[in-house]
């Protein structure tokens, strides 16, 4: 059974940093290309950021600069950090592990940045 379990949302400040991660479990982690997408309330899901399983990474140009991701393949876990947040960055990030014509999906988690 294959599992994508996101953590670390939350609220934060305009100008803070959060980091989320995403730990996989049934999937053979190392050859799948992990990413981070967002949905604000009324728009389309974007893909945030992607990491490939030679370590190369894609971002959104809104985010380039701004947030990192990475994975461990070891702990099966994918991160994006996440500095110098906007509240345009406020969304429901979702990991996601693609390979081929498999795909899978985590749950969400809220991040949420407002003073």
């Known amino acids: 059974q294959v599992q994508l379990v996101e953590s670390g949302g939350g609220l934060v400040q305009p100008g803070g940093s959060l980091s989320v991660s995403c730990a996989a479990s049934?999937?053979?982690?190392?050859?799948?290309?992990m990413g981070w997408y967002r949905q604000a309330p009324g728009k389309q899901c974007e893909l945030v950021a992607a990491?490939?399983?030679?370590?190369?990474?894609h971002y959104v140009d809104s985010v380039a600069g701004r947030f990192t991701i990475s994975r461990d393949n070891a702990k099966m876990t994918v991160y994006l950090q996440m500095n110098s947040l906007k509240p345009e960055d406020t969304a429901v990030y979702y990991c996601?592990?693609?390979?081929?014509?498999?795909?899978?999906w985590g749950q969400g988690t809220q991040v949420t940045v407002s003073s």
């Open positions: 049934g999937i053979l982690f190392r050859i799948y290309t």
């Open positions: 990491i490939t399983s030679d370590m190369s990474t």
């Open positions: 996601n592990a693609n390979f081929g014509a498999r795909e899978y």
